[in-house]
Nanobody
Framework: QVQLVESGGGLVQPGGSLRLSCAAS????????MAWYRQAPGKAREQVAV???????NYADSVKGRFTISRDNAKNTVYLQMNSLKSEDTAVYFC????????????WGQGTQVTVSS
């Protein structure tokens, strides 16, 4: 019902910045919230940032102060601005959406690779 396509990943040196984008196409359902998750090799999937339709945000402690999630409702697009990147930020980043009728994030994108290395 909701298709999500991420873009913007790539290779960046420590201390650098990247901006991820997630384009959402809805099929008659309102999106209550969107989020960015990431999964690094050998680690569990981690929720890194959440944003509601109204603009309220929440961040994982590991990215707080460095990452910013934003949403353009007119464009149906969510962004993740990542600054001061560290090697431990290396992961596949996934965009997720929660519909108004759901209590968890059930729609997922394919993921985009972010590699922080010198």
């Amino acid at each position: 019902q909701v298709q999500l396509v991420e873009s913007g990943g790539g290779l960046v040196q420590p201390g650098g910045s990247l901006r991820l984008s997630c384009a959402a196409s809805r099929s008659g359902f309102s999106i209550n919230a969107m989020a960015w998750y990431r999964q690094a090799p050998g680690k569990a999937r981690e929720q890194v940032a959440v944003i509601t339709t109204g603009g309220a945000t929440n961040y994982a402690d590991s990215v707080k102060g460095r990452f910013t999630i934003s949403r353009d409702n007119a464009k149906n697009t969510v962004y993740l601005q990542m600054n001061s990147l560290k090697s431990e930020d290396t992961a596949v980043y996934f965009c997720a959406a929660r519909l108004g009728s759901a209590i968890y994030f059930g729609s997922w994108g394919q993921g985009t690779q972010v590699t922080v290395s010198s």
